[in-house]
């Protein structure tokens, strides 16, 4: 097979299929993140620290695995994906824009997540 049907994952199904897993465990995480807030919010209990920096960690962990999804798809579509006519040109630089946002930022969301896990005191971001 050509360099264009076989890269870093394999065939292009299989890339595919890659991509589709990675957009599976972001929705996992961003109605994960949905639940727990609807259920604490019925149930009138205020979020901890520890809970608001989890959130974050994982809507941030979600958008990366959007960004990571997209960017499997740009490869497999090549320049055509920048066409105005597709899609995926629509769609690139939207959710790269939103996920370098200061509340999408994975970076800071894990520092703040792993500070939050191992008790070291401190807030790095008043975004959590």
Same mark, same amino acid.
């Given at each position: 097979m050509g360099q264009f049907t076989e890269c870093r994952y394999g065939s292009i199904r299989a890339q595919l299929q890659v991509s589709e897993l990675k957009l599976q465990t972001?929705?996992?995480?961003?109605?994960?993140v949905a639940e727990e807030l609807d259920r604490s919010a019925a149930e009138g209990r205020q979020l901890s620290y520890a809970d608001r920096a989890?959130?974050?960690?994982?809507?941030?962990?979600? %958008?990366? *695995? =959007?960004?990571? %999804?997209? *960017? =499997?798809?740009?490869?497999?579509?090549g320049?055509?994906?920048f066409a105005e006519s597709c899609p995926m040109q629509r769609c690139w630089p939207d959710a790269n824009?939103?996920?370098?946002h200061a509340g999408l930022?994975?970076?800071?969301?894990?520092?703040v997540f792993g500070k939050s896990l191992f008790g070291v005191p401190g807030q790095i971001t008043p975004l959590v």
């Amino acid at each position: 097979m050509g360099q264009f049907t076989e890269c870093r994952y394999g065939s292009i199904r299989a890339q595919l299929q890659v991509s589709e897993l990675k957009l599976q465990t972001a929705t996992l995480h961003a109605y994960g993140v949905a639940e727990e807030l609807d259920r604490s919010a019925a149930e009138g209990r205020q979020l901890s620290y520890a809970d608001r920096a989890r959130f974050k960690a994982m809507c941030c962990y979600a %958008a990366q *695995h =959007v960004i990571d %999804a997209i *960017h =499997v798809l740009m490869n497999l579509y090549g320049t055509d994906s920048f066409a105005e006519s597709c899609p995926m040109q629509r769609c690139w630089p939207d959710a790269n824009t939103a996920a370098r946002h200061a509340g999408l930022n994975v970076g800071v969301a894990l520092e703040v997540f792993g500070k939050s896990l191992f008790g070291v005191p401190g807030q790095i971001t008043p975004l959590v």
